[in-house]
């Protein structure tokens, strides 16, 4: 798929989810079922990571739930209510306790206990209790600010409004699930679609008098702030919520291993349509609060918790034909055109085939039978064929050897970390030597998180470079207006809005022209890092004359992969002669560089060896978050090497050499104040 149909897909998605949110949070109202939500979403943050240019302020790795609504006071949660990312399938639970162990640096073999919590369909809701009274009550709302829900809350029975035992902490956020009973439901099912809508619309009704008269439940299952909390970990905390008035799931465990919490996946999958509440999934959680704490947060969801979702969907279709499209860094992507068919409520019309590899390796032809998978992909997957009706005249699918676009040979990389040749195929032409991969280039160097002109989107870039106005990124910036004026659905005022848009961004952040440029395996966090390296695009434009390339290994984020794309870069003559017309148009502004004044301001590390119960990645994290900065290799740069066990002897001779300091795991936890 090209970048610009994943733009377009992308975009799609993000604002589908949100009209889903608004009419979910706010308007009590499911359109979709809860496994189709979990899909797209899913698929959203999916094609984040496989496409790094794509970025959303609305998109669901960003905010949760929706913004509350006006019709009811607001309140910020102390803690926010954070989202869970979501597993589907065996191997996802394996990857995720593989990050955890490799996180806090434990053998493969190391054994993590979790509680398995059946999640609940139902709406979020946080309590706040002080010296045991129910102080206030708050919906999710975006995760960070709720609604103020209390005198709705204080209707249900199974929230407690006094607690008397002594252990109670002294102020505590209780969080949990609000639902209705199916069997409850059966007497409102005339003036709601399902239970969940049922349980939102009763608790954010204004007369709390109207909520009262609805059989609202409530299961309590983890907490916000806390204050006197006298308990280690998940399933102790279950325990005491028991003891201490609250209602808990009934079919929360204690498990340990990934094959035992697949055994009770099934488990209780086998009993969902017995249980008198709907549930969507089980809760994975670290047990151990001490592992929490360390293990911390990546993005808007805990790396210490995982939502492991019931069922995918499937379907079985045929394929029309399988087109080749191509993409900005000129990889060729195969997707297969199918008859439409419905899939879990979603037309899909279109399925990803990977690449030549996953064509080869399933034998996918022109006419085949399919199943097509939707759940947990980018986009809909192709799963097997059905070789029984396969056409006798049926002929293997040849993946092309030259580009469809601009002729020149197709080529699949040799990868010196797998030492296998990668599995996409690339048309081998540099620059903007390829059509295909200019027009693509040019719609990137335009969208939201690189130049973000307004009224400058993707039809437009192609419509113009159609028309001969625009090839290169520079002609942006140059264009003919009179021309444009008398274009067919243009006029007068909507070519001085364009012209007003591309003038305000001529003046640009370096790290986003950088990401601008649309140099591969250089997205917007790898952009950030060469801008601080560099600081000025003068600097970074001498790269080449300078051929300091293999300096770039020293910065913390950037290899070999990334060295190479800009050697590339830098190696085409049409690349450079781009940097310098750009440069002469626009004002691209230094990097700002923010220096916090921390316990290791100004000060960089690197680790070589094994380190004692502490991985790499919270070693870095410590000694970034104290304003620290670590390194890839030994240089006059390098203030101190931390060894471990079994360290790389050239470095630490390298070290010695420079005379660098070399501390040990114990010297480096003293300069935090902390001990090992």
């Known amino acids: 798929m090209s970048d610009q149909l994943i733009q377009k897909e992308y975009n799609k998605k993000v604002k589908l989810i949100n009209y889903y949110n608004k009419k979910y949070y706010n308007d009590n109202i499911s359109e979709i079922t809860d496994a189709e939500y979990d899909s797209l979403k899913k698929e959203i943050i999916d094609l984040e990571k496989k496409n790094k240019f794509l970025r959303s302020k609305d998109s669901p790795s960003k905010i949760i739930g929706y913004k509350p609504s006006k019709n009811f006071k607001k309140a910020k949660h102390k803690v926010p209510m954070l989202s869970l990312s979501n597993a589907f399938s065996e191997e996802d639970l394996l990857n995720f306790e593989k990050k955890i162990l490799n996180f806090l640096s434990q053998n493969v073999n190391s054994s993590i206990s979790y509680t398995a919590e059946p999640k609940i369909d139902g709406i979020s809701a946080s309590l706040t209790y002080l010296n045991g009274k129910l102080k206030s009550g708050l919906s999710r709302g975006d995760g960070k600010e709720g609604e103020d829900i209390t005198s709705n ?20 956020d209780i969080r949990g699930e609000v639902f209705i009973k199916n069997s409850d439901f059966e007497i409102l099912k005339e003036k709601f679609a399902n239970p969940r809508n049922a349980a939102s619309g009763s608790l954010r009704q204004k007369n709390s008098e109207d909520t009262k008269k609805i059989p609202l439940k409530f299961i309590a299952y983890t907490f916000g702030f806390q204050k006197g909390l006298k308990v280690n970990n998940q399933y102790d905390y279950l325990k005491k919520l028991n003891e201490w008035g609250f209602k808990t799931n009934p079919l929360n ?174 048309c081998s032409s540099e620059g903007y030597d390829c059509d295909k991969i200019s027009i693509e280039k040019l719609k990137h160097f335009v969208s939201k998180e690189a130049f973000n002109i307004d009224g400058f989107g993707k039809k437009i870039v192609e419509s113009f470079w159609k028309l001969n106005l625009i090839k290169f990124p520079q002609d942006i910036f140059k264009l003919d207006f009179k021309k444009i004026e008398k274009l067919d659905g243009w006029g007068q005022l909507s070519v001085e809005n364009l012209k007003y848009s591309i003038n305000e961004k001529k003046t640009i952040s370096f790290e986003r022209f950088i990401y601008a440029l649309g140099i591969r395996h250089i997205g917007l966090e790898n952009a950030k890092l060469l801008s601080k390296y560099f600081e000025t695009f003068l600097k970074f434009k001498d790269l080449s004359k300078n051929d300091k390339f293999n300096d770039l290994m020293n910065i913390d984020g950037i290899g070999e992969t990334q060295v190479n794309s800009l050697k590339n870069f830098f190696s085409n003559k049409m690349n450079l002669i781009v940097l310098d017309e750009l440069g002469k148009i626009l004002t691209i502004n230094n990097a700002v560089i923010k220096r916090k004044k921390g316990l290791l301001n100004n000060k960089t590390f690197l680790v070589t060896g094994k380190l004692n119960g502490i991985s790499r990645a919270e070693i870095k994290f410590l000694i970034e978050e104290n304003s620290g900065t670590t390194v890839s290799s030994v240089s006059k740069k390098l203030n101190y090497l931390i060894v471990g066990d079994k360290p790389t002897k050239r470095k630490v001779l390298n070290a010695k050499e420079l005379n660098i300091k070399i501390i040990d795991q114990v010297q480096f936890l003293k300069m935090l104040n902390k001990t090992s």
């Open 253 to 426: 465990k204690l498990i340990t291993g990934v094959d035992n919490l697949i055994k009770n996946y099934n488990e209780v999958e086998k009993k969902r349509t017995k249980l008198n509440f709907d549930i969507d999934g089980i809760v994975y959680k670290v047990n151990d609060f001490n592992l929490q704490k360390r293990l911390g947060y990546v993005a808007n969801a805990p790396r210490w918790a995982i939502a492991h979702k019931f069922s995918s969907n499937k379907a079985v279709s045929e394929i029309i034909d399988i087109d080749i499209q191509i993409g900005r860094t000129g990889a060729l992507t195969p997707v297969a055109k199918i008859k439409p068919i419905n899939i879990g409520g979603v037309l899909v019309s279109n399925a990803t085939l990977h690449n030549e590899d996953e064509i080869n390796r399933k034998d996918i032809r022109v006419r085949d039978t399919v199943t097509v998978e939707r759940a947990g992909d980018v986009i809909p997957h192709i799963l097997s064929v059905d070789i029984k009706k396969r056409p006798k005249n049926s002929k293997k699918f040849i993946f092309p050897q030259i580009c469809p676009s601009c002729g020149s040979k197709t080529i699949k990389e040799f990868n010196s970390i797998t030492k296998k040749k990668d599995a996409v195929r690339r």
């Open 153 to 172: 809350l204080a209707t249900i029975k199974d929230i407690p409004k006094n607690i008397l035992s002594k252990d109670f902490p002294e102020e505590i």
